[in-house]
């Protein structure tokens, strides 16, 4: 499935803005002599995990909202719009507030509570919690999981966590040093590009305008997801020249 490259693609170049957002953390739960490389395998699959259960959660969102609207044009043009604004706003073109949780007290208690155990998994349940600390680049893979079937939404944001877990496992010094972080900027503007193509092709499925170039690769982006879904797709020239 091609869409689950894309978010691989996202994790993988977000991790260095995972570095700079997560990195308290991670100096945070860090021991001295107790310093396993595991310790930051678990806390990534913690938030792994998160990230998992939100791409199910919006997925399933998805198909409700396409059930509710009763045409799959609506779920790509709500779909787009959003991912192009998340873009747009990564790129600090457009403003952007997303809602502080890790201000609220359960979630510092919890944190707390987390930091002082001495169980040696408790970053797996860390990263779990810390996964629901909105994140634009968290936000731009939901957007495309919304559009997913839900197997694949759920996996591809498990990929999205996993692309970020070399930076926090121990690339971390590394991608600050080759600068990767600016590639950050170039996945959001192909994001944003991406969204204002996903509006156009569900305008074209309304039959307002022509389909958008590379249909056969955005349809593969954007697999159905209701699989009773009958409306058309894009159709292109009829294929019979006559010479």
């Not at 409700?64 to 799959?72: H, M, P, W, Y």
């Not at 893979?141 to 692309?163: D, H, K, N, R």
């Amino acid at each position: 499935m091609l869409s689950l490259y894309l978010f691989l693609a996202l994790g993988f170049i977000g991790s260095g803005h995972c570095v700079g957002m997560c990195g308290p953390f991670v100096m945070g739960y860090t021991r001295t002599g107790q310093n396993h490389w595991w310790t930051h395998v678990l806390y990534g699959l913690g938030r792994s995990t998160t990230y998992a259960a939100l791409g199910f959660v919006a997925s399933s969102f998805g198909n409700v909202l396409q059930n509710f609207l009763g045409a799959r044009a609506s779920i790509l043009i709500i779909a787009g719009a959003v991912m192009t604004y998340m873009a747009l706003a990564q790129l600090k073109l457009l403003p952007r507030k997303l809602p502080p949780i890790q201000n609220s007290r359960f979630y510092q208690k919890s944190i707390g509570k987390l930091y002082a155990s001495d169980t040696w998994y408790r970053t797996y349940p860390l990263g779990v919690i810390l996964g629901f600390i909105p994140c634009g680049l968290t936000a731009i893979a939901l957007t495309l999981a919304i559009t997913q079937p839900i197997p694949v939404a759920a996996i591809g944001m498990f990929i999205f966590g996993l692309g970020t877990m070399p930076a926090m496992v121990g690339f971390g010094l590394l991608i600050q040093r080759l600068k990767i972080p600016r590639l950050e900027r170039y996945m959001a503007g192909l994001m944003a590009i991406l969204g204002i193509l996903t509006i156009w092709m569900g305008i074209a499925r309304l039959g307002w305008l022509p389909p958008p170039p590379q249909t056969a690769l955005l349809m593969r982006l954007h697999p159905r997801t209701i699989p009773g879904d009958n409306s058309p797709p894009p159709h292109h020239q009829d294929h019979h020249h006559h010479h």
